[in-house]
């Protein structure tokens, strides 16, 4: 089993940044790729990056250019960089983790709030 602790939502102005933590635990060994979803009130769950276990990345186009994913492989540690942040950003951002070989995602974390507002 694997577990997924996300932190470092909040509260941000818009065109201000935030940095989310995806801490993982367990059999972590068994994933392959790692990334962040985020849904909005009354919207469905949608992908907004993702990066395998060799650091190849792949970023929705609405937070292209904005959003930056990363990875700290010694601390078994996930990053969503988010800059010029928008209203339309807020939302629960979801740490996620696929095994090797599967098509969907095999964990999720608890979800963190992120609120774009003035």
């Known amino acids: 089993q694997v577990q997924l602790v996300e932190s470092g939502g909040g509260l941000v102005q818009p065109g201000g940044s935030l940095r989310l933590s995806c801490a993982a635990s367990?059999?972590?060994?068994?994933?392959?790729?790692m990334g962040w979803y985020r849904q909005a009130p009354g919207k469905q769950r949608e992908l907004v990056a993702t990066?395998?276990?060799?650091?190849?990345?792949n970023t929705a186009d609405s937070v292209k250019g904005r959003f930056t994913i990363s990875r700290d492989n010694a601390k078994n540690t996930v990053y969503l960089q988010m800059n010029s942040l928008k209203p339309e950003d807020t939302a629960v951002y979801y740490c996620?983790?696929?095994?090797?070989?599967?098509?969907?995602?095999?964990?999720w974390g608890q979800g963190i709030q992120v609120t774009v507002s003035s």
């Open positions: 996620s983790g696929r095994r090797w070989g599967s098509l969907r995602v095999d964990y």
């Open positions: 367990g059999s972590i060994f068994s994933i392959g790729v």
């Open positions: 990066i395998t276990s060799g650091g190849s990345t």
